[in-house]
């Protein structure tokens, strides 16, 4: 596969609003190192975090190129490179997605299974491994446990009732609107409170009558600013609260009369799920997130190389 000197990439060279994107069209292609495989793109993920390196509210040096998995094809390997040929097809968790070849470490890449398309699993692949290790190893939800998930219509939220119902645990939905509460309701959620409607302010107050004032078993909160003190009032005592974003802004620390109420604290990083798993089961997870049992938000989760979405 022939490889060319320069690409189409999305590079931000300080931090701020969409307007510090800049479309670039002749960025070097990186050569890929050690242990490297350089991919050539057809799609690229854009997800929330991406916003937070923009922005700067996390750190990573600049000029950057954002984005942080894709799928595509295996263009050309590094030197010591093992278990990949030039052509297989791959998805990557990893760093500078928004460019037509991205160089990440094998360890960050998997082999797309058969009869799966790249669209699907880009829809599927950071956000599909990231709720599943939430329900599986953060908090290990069971049968029957109530579960309280903010902004369940979004990218995240959206499979994640799809796999909390199918574990068969009680959910209680929060989403923005009547649209997206309709949406959470059709993916069998129990209870869905639009948080942002007058009823729906007091949305702690609702979760503690729904649970019959015990609280939750567990919350996933990944609006962070605007819904951590209510999730630490909604959680039960000994209860599990996964963090694992800031949509709305980062939360504030966490006030110590909390400590004396036992609450767990819990969160992952999509990245560290590779490393932390062997292969054959991320494969497995992979297809079982693309095999037609869930449904999938294609085109609000991903762009082609057009970049027209970023
Ligand atoms: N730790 C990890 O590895 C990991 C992996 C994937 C995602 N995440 C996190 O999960 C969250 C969702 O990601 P996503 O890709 O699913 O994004 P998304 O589809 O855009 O969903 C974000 C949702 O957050 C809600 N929200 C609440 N306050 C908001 C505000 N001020 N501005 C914008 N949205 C706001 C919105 O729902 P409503 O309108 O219903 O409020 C929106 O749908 C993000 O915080 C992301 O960082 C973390």
């Given at each position: ?29 990186p ?85 799966i398309?790249?669209?699907d699993?880009?829809a ?22 109530w ?5 369940a219509?979004g990218g ?5 009732t ?15 609107g ?9 993916l069998?959620?129990d ?14 107050k ?13 919350v996933?909160?990944s ?7 209510g ?5 039960k ?7 694992f ?44 997130l ?21």
């Amino acid at each position: 596969m022939s490889v060319p000197t320069t690409m189409k990439a999305v590079v931000v060279e300080q931090t701020g609003g969409p307007e510090v994107l800049q479309f670039k069209t002749s960025h070097p292609v990186p050569v890929p190192q050690a242990g490297q495989l350089l991919v050539r793109n057809n799609i690229s993920g854009v997800n929330y975090i991406d916003t937070y390196f923009r922005t700067g509210l996390y750190a990573s040096p600049k000029p950057e190129i954002l984005g942080r998995e894709g799928a595509g094809t295996v263009a050309a390997l590094g030197p010591e490179t093992t278990g990949f040929q030039v052509g297989d097809r791959v998805a990557w968790l990893a760093i500078n997605g928004y460019a037509e070849f991205t160089a990440v470490s094998a360890a960050k890449a998997v082999k797309i299974p058969e009869g799966i398309s790249d669209e699907d699993v880009m829809a599927s692949f950071l956000s599909g491994l990231t709720v599943l290790a939430f329900a599986k190893e953060t908090y290990h939800v069971q049968k029957g446990d109530w579960v309280l998930l903010h902004a369940a219509a979004g990218g995240a939220g959206f499979l994640m009732t799809q796999i909390l119902k199918s574990i068969g645990a009680k959910v209680i939905g929060t989403a923005g609107g009547a649209e997206k509460c309709a949406l959470v309701k059709s993916l069998g959620a129990d209870v869905v409170i639009d948080y942002r409607s007058e009823e729906g302010k007091d949305w702690v107050k609702l979760v503690k009558e729904a649970t019959g004032g015990r609280g939750v078993d567990v919350v996933y909160d990944s609006v962070g600013k605007d819904t951590w003190e209510g999730s630490l009032e909604a959680v039960k005592r000994k209860g599990t609260i996964v963090w694992f974003g800031n949509a709305s802004g980062p939360v504030p620390p966490l006030p110590l009369p909390y400590v004396f109420v036992s609450i767990m604290l819990s969160g992952l990083y999509a990245d560290n799920i590779l490393l932390a798993n062997s292969r054959p089961s991320v494969s497995r997870s992979l297809a079982r997130l693309s095999s037609g049992t869930l449904r999938l938000v294609r085109s609000l989760s991903t762009t082609r190389m057009s970049y027209s979405a970023c």
